[in-house]
């Protein structure tokens, strides 16, 4: 064993008084915040509208719909049958140190019908890129963070693809993702005007057309939220000086104000690249549920076709309740999870294929003399001198 326990001992004590520390300190500001929100949801639309203006621009207050903000909504009564259709990704990086330089995506899904003793049917599609195009950005760099975007692109088509498999059947359908709905790298590049950020938008947003156009309703499943949005809103409509919350999350918050089984007010997502989304008819929406299960409250993203239209929004939220009775967060999405996931095995048999290849080329297949060393060291033998 490389980490010494005994060393790092005294700081995991610390950690947990630092910890305890923060929990007493959320604790004490969470009234104030229930406060805050409850006295905004009384002021004048255009009042709320004015203050929220006003707040920082790091602070990202949500924005409130045609939803008072602080309604509780009970849980729906769940359709008889109901179509569930999951996807989830996972990604092998490109690797400079490695013989080839490529990524992979594997992408991993599943379609069930609820209430029809049916098995859910299942599928993996890996796809393995390495065209100069593909793993060099339209800088001439190698792909990093793109990569992303990429998985979280494939994951909505092949929601897309899943959806118009069920268009002629006659039952409600319910598409879910294990992430938001707005691209994280798109979003952390979203003032950049590289083609091939707009490209993977383009795939993404398209997918959503399709999504739209047959009939499923679409949502996001974000478990233990880390986000403040709400909490920035009610700060800032408080009149509060920034930080005035800090710490608190919007789980805290609702974990406080929504029986299991409820929702909050729907939200409009404040990002700067939701205006592309909405541009196109789709401009995400969030809520927070608490599904009654131990993680108990999840944050639910939504775009506005799921939203505005009551009977797709039931459907999001008695499907997501109901699923998470089995596994404490939807089933479908635990099982495309597992469909996805890249093992060690899988990865070593990859790279096999892949020098297999090189050697019928003519080609070297070695790795970097860091990588080889780092494999050698990582089998934690002792080498004598």
């Not at 792909?143 to 118009?164: G, K």
């Amino acid at each position: 064993m490389s980490l010494d326990l005994q060393q790092v001992l005294p700081q995991v004590e610390l950690l947990g008084q630092e910890a305890a520390r923060r929990a007493a300190e959320v604790a004490a500001r969470l009234p104030q915040a229930s406060r805050w929100l409850d006295e905004a949801a009384r002021l004048d639309p255009a009042e709320l509208r004015r203050r929220l203006a006003n707040a920082p621009a790091t602070s990202q207050p949500a924005l409130p719909t045609d939803e008072r903000i602080d309604r509780r909504f009970p849980l729906p009564p769940h359709p008889t049958r109901l179509r569930l259709m999951a996807a989830d990704g996972s990604q092998i990086y490109p690797d400079r140190h490695a013989p080839a330089f490529f990524y992979m995506l594997n992408i991993g899904s599943v379609a069930m019908v609820h209430g029809s003793g049916q098995p859910p049917q299942v599928h993996t599609r890996s796809s393995l890129h390495y065209q100069e195009e593909e793993v060099h950005d339209s800088r001439g760099l190698p792909i990093d963070t793109l990569v992303n975007a990429q998985r979280d692109a494939a994951e909505i088509a092949e929601l897309a693809r899943l959806a118009a498999e069920g268009e002629e059947v006659e039952t409600p359908m319910l598409a879910l993702l294990d992430n938001g709905l707005l691209l994280w790298a798109a979003s952390q590049e979203q003032r950049a005007t590289r083609p091939d950020v707009q490209k993977v938008l383009g795939e993404v947003l398209a997918a959503l057309d399709r999504l739209h156009a047959s009939g499923a309703a679409l949502a996001g499943y974000i478990s233990r939220p880390r986000g403040a949005n709400v909490v920035a809103l009610a700060e800032a409509a408080g009149g509060a000086s920034p930080g005035a919350l800090r710490g608190l999350t919007d789980r805290a918050l609702f974990g406080s104000r929504l029986d299991p089984g409820a929702r909050s007010a729907r939200f409009l997502h404040p990002a700067d690249l939701n205006q592309t989304f909405a541009e196109r008819g789709h401009a995400i929406q969030f809520f927070y549920l608490h599904t009654g299960a131990q993680d108990g409250v999840a944050r639910v993203e939504v775009p506005a076709w799921v939203g505005d239209d009551p009977q797709r929004l039931a459907m999001v939220h008695a499907g997501i309740v109901e699923q998470c009775r089995i596994t404490g967060i939807p089933y479908p999405l635990v099982r495309a999870h597992e469909l996805a996931l890249v093992g060690q095995n899988d990865r070593r048999a990859l790279d096999d294929l892949v020098r297999a290849a090189l050697v019928r080329q003519g080609l070297t297949a070695l790795a970097s003399q860091k990588a080889q060393t780092k494999r050698w060291t990582a089998r934690r033998r002792r080498h004598r001198l």
